[in-house]
């Protein structure tokens, strides 16, 4: 009784409050169509003003497209100007200072766009005064000088669009500080200077277009805006890395800037991209071909780089694809069929060294012969380094040692290859269909589909806090490892040989390197490496990244680097012998490592797509990190030999 009475009370109170809003709220506001009629005079009275007078109502005229007012509860939120046609710059004595001064004086504006009126001069700071701000687009004028700082306190803005201007100077530093920013465009002006690092805070962004101005540097890491989707820089001098963006991007354009080295091997799970626009940069490096089957694409353009290596026939394309120009490259081989067979699509070539099968002679004539791809790469610097000749030496004690430990191999060894080989050929015999429903609906037809489902399995292994799989340039490696000096050296098995490295963050990493055949297929080589970038589990030494070395004179790789994470208590094998000071695993630490080595394994079998089987697990093949967790390592070996038909789709 006593509660319903409080809170009848309470809304009596409250219908008080609504209703003595409502009778206060008058039809007009007098100051604020002064200060609607003030803009019209300083705008100088353009065409699209026409309407407006002395007797308009503005918080009930009809919207145009070009003129809106919106008001709320007769407070003006929204003034929409827009002029069709880019005016010239308005005259001598328009004053911008005075326009904003007069603009403030609508306090709860939310919405100002004034495209193409003819504004010239520096915009004000006062802008900040306009503190309910959240869409600001001031396209097509003459404003030039610098962004003012302040406006980076208009913290509501979620929309700041700024293009074909003449704006001059660097983005501000505290462009960060606008947290619910998603639209950020400022292309065509002659912004310049570095990109500001805080951009790559602003969480909420969905659209980053800075085309057509003077910026130059390293793009900031992008790569914890995960709602970005549109990033658009062309014409400008950035470089040299590829952006760091997520593999939720849509659109990508880099033309015309000052790109190098290659492309990131997670370009391959960009499962939504469908612009990507490279054209015109330096880029380096054989040209993914997987990139053409992405599952999302539909507009190619990488003219105008270095892109080596080969193209076949039965490469597989996207069908959605519509633009595709690879014209002015390296590339070598045959044009994918399925890029020949469709009309409908807008295809270039020229300019590369191609096997043509094409009616069209024009595009049959516009190649080049292979040796000018095969002399260019090689002046570009795609050149193979001789490091390792000294290496040598060391090869017969290191076969000496890893005889040893082979030999070593105890009774838990056995016991672990017999059960992992028996488990493995089950799984052969019977392929589950249970498990590949586990993991996702149905059955996969595109290989890139499973692509698309190993980005949301990598997301889940971010918070195990193994880093994104990347690709490593071979500089990176050299410096981690002081030049592949052999302190450094671990070990040499039959498929290479082992460096630990420290990263320049600090981290320890292990790297395996394997010289390639001559006629290794660069084809099965990046589905080995996309099968490798998949290996990622608690239970397996993870694959960080890879990075390769080409042959001088084809460009055809000649050295595979292997990066894995460096675990740093020995083998399994080790403490349960007690070669590490006597000391042993305890019972419950064994049982631990047994159930890990199973998930381990279970991963492999069932994890992935393709599974892969590997039936000869060791006991040294398994190691312990810090905190005794069983990690298997040398799963992949068998991926670079002949006995790739293990691997089973
Ligand atoms: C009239 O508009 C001004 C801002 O333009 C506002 O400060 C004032 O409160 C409004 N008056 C009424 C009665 O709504
Ligand atoms: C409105 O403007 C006209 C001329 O433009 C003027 O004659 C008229 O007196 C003005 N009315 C008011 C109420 O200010
Ligand atoms: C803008 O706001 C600041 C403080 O918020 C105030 O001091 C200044 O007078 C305002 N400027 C104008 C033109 O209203
Ligand atoms: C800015 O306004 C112009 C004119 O209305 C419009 O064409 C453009 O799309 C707007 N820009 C953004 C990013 O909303
Ligand atoms: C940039 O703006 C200028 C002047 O408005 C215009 O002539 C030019 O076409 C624009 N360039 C691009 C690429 O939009
Ligand atoms: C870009 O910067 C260079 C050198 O700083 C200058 O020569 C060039 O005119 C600038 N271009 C534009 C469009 O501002």
């Given at each position: 009784?006593v509660?319903?009475s409080y809170?009848?009370?309470i ?5 008080a ?8 709220s ?14 019209q ?5 353009p065409v ?8 308009t ?8 497209s070009s ?13 929409h ?13 328009f ?12 306090p ?7 495209v193409?009126?003819?504004l ?14 959240e869409?600001?687009?001031?396209t097509?004028?003459h ?5 003012p ?10 929309s700041?669009?700024?293009?074909d201007?003449?704006f ?10 606008l947290?619910?920013l ?7 002006n ?10 790559g ?6 659209v980053?277009?800075l085309?057509h101005?003077n910026f130059t ?12 989707q549109?990033f ?8 040299p ?6 593999n ?11 790109f ?29 071909n997987?990139?053409?089957s ?16 080969m ?6 394309c ?7 120009d690879l ?14 067979s469709s ?5 270039v070539y020229?300019g ?7 009616v069209?002679?024009?595009?049959v004539?516009?190649?080049n012969?292979?040796?000018f791809c ?6 570009v610097g ?11 030496s ?8 890893i005889?040893?430990v ?9 016991a672990?290859?017999?059960f992992s ?17 586990e ?16 980005v ?13 799989y990347?690709?490593?340039?071979l ?5 981690a ?5 052999t302190?450094?050296?671990m ?11 420290q ?5 320890y990493i292990?790297i ?6 001559r006629?290794?297929s ?43 994470e ?6 399994l ?6 070669k ?6 305890s ?38 990190d810090q ?8 799963y992949?070996?068998?991926l670079?030999t ?5 691997v089973?789709l």
């Amino acid at each position: 009784m006593v509660r319903t009475s409080y809170f009848s009370q309470i809304s009596v109170v409250l219908l008080a409050i609504l209703f003595a809003r409502i009778r206060c709220s008058k039809p007009h506001n007098a100051s604020q169509e002064q200060t609607l009629l003030s803009i019209q005079q300083l705008l100088y009275y353009p065409v699209v003003l026409s309407s407006w007078n002395n007797a308009t109502d503005f918080c009930n005229t009809v919207q145009s497209s070009s003129v809106t007012v919106i008001c709320y509860e007769d407070v003006v939120t929204q003034l929409h100007i827009i002029n069709s046609d880019k005016a010239p710059p308005l005259p001598k004595d328009f004053s911008v200072d005075k326009l904003f001064t007069t603009l403030i004086s609508l306090p709860s504006l939310k919405v100002l766009t004034m495209v193409s009126l003819g504004l010239w001069g520096k915009l004000p700071g006062t802008i900040s005064n306009l503190s309910s701000l959240e869409i600001l687009n001031l396209t097509s004028n003459h404003f030039y000088g610098s962004i003012p700082p302040e406006i980076t306190s208009l913290t509501d803005l979620q929309s700041l669009v700024l293009d074909d201007n003449k704006f001059t100077g660097w983005i501000p530093n505290r462009v960060g500080f606008l947290s619910r920013l998603s639209v950020l465009s400022m292309k065509n002006n002659s912004l310049n200077g570095l990109l500001p690092k805080s951009l790559g805070s602003l969480v909420d962004l969905r659209v980053l277009i800075l085309s057509h101005n003077n910026f130059t540097g390293q793009v900031p890491d992008l790569s914890s805006l995960s709602n970005l989707q549109v990033f658009e820089i062309e014409d400008n001098s950035l470089g040299p890395s590829f952006p760091r963006v997520t593999n939720r991007i849509i659109s990508i354009v880099l033309r015309d800037n000052k790109f190098t080295a290659g492309l990131p091997e997670e370009i391959h799970s960009f499962y939504q991209l469908r612009k990507l626009d490279i054209a015109l940069n330096r880029f380096v490096g054989p040209f993914p071909n997987s990139i053409l089957s992405l599952p999302s694409i539909t507009y190619l353009d990488i003219e105008g780089n270095k892109f080596t290596g080969m193209l076949f026939e039965d490469l597989s394309c996207n069908p959605k694809l519509q633009f595709v120009d690879l014209s002015a490259n390296l590339l070598t081989g045959k044009l994918p069929s399925c890029l020949v067979s469709s009309v409908a699509r807008n295809v270039v070539y020229d300019g590369n060294c191609l096997t043509v099968n094409d009616v069209n002679e024009v595009k049959v004539k516009s190649q080049n012969p292979v040796s000018f791809c095969r002399n260019q790469a090689l002046a570009v610097g795609v050149i193979p380094r001789h490091h390792m000749s000294g290496k040598k030496s060391n090869v017969g004690l290191i076969f000496g040692i890893i005889g040893g430990v082979l030999g070593g191999i105890i009774l838990v060894g056995v016991a672990l290859f017999v059960f992992s080989h028996v488990y493995g050929k089950k799984m052969v015999k019977k392929p589950p269909p249970r498990v590949i429903a586990e993991n996702g609906p149905g059955s996969y037809t595109s290989k890139l589909l499973s692509d698309a489902r190993y980005v949301t399995r990598v997301m889940k292994l971010g918070s195990l806090g193994i880093p994104a799989y990347r690709t490593f340039l071979l500089e990176e490696l050299e410096e981690a490892t002081n030049g592949f000096d052999t302190s450094t050296f671990m070990g040499e098995g039959s498929h290479g040989q082992m460096y630990k490295g420290q990263l320049n963050d600090g981290s320890y990493i292990a790297i395996q390197c394997l010289k390639m055949k001559r006629n290794h297929s660069t084809q099965t080589l990046t589905s080995h490496i996309e099968l490798i970038s998949k290996l990622r589990h608690p239970h397996l030494i993870s694959a960080l990244g890879h990075c390769f070395e080409f042959y001088l004179d084809d460009s055809s790789v000649s050295r595979l680097f292997l990066v894995f994470e460096y675990v740093p208590n020995g083998t399994l094998r080790d403490w349960i012998s007690g070669k590490y000071n006597g000391r042993t695993l305890s019972w419950s630490q064994r049982i631990a490592a047994a159930i890990g080595i199973v998930k381990g394994i279970q991963f492999l079998h069932t994890g992935i797509v393709p599974r892969l089987f590997s039936s000869n697990l060791k006991i040294t093949d398994v190691l312990l990190d810090q905190n005794f967790v069983a990690k298997i390592c040398c799963y992949n070996l068998t991926l670079l030999t002949e006995k790739i038909k293990k691997v089973q789709l």
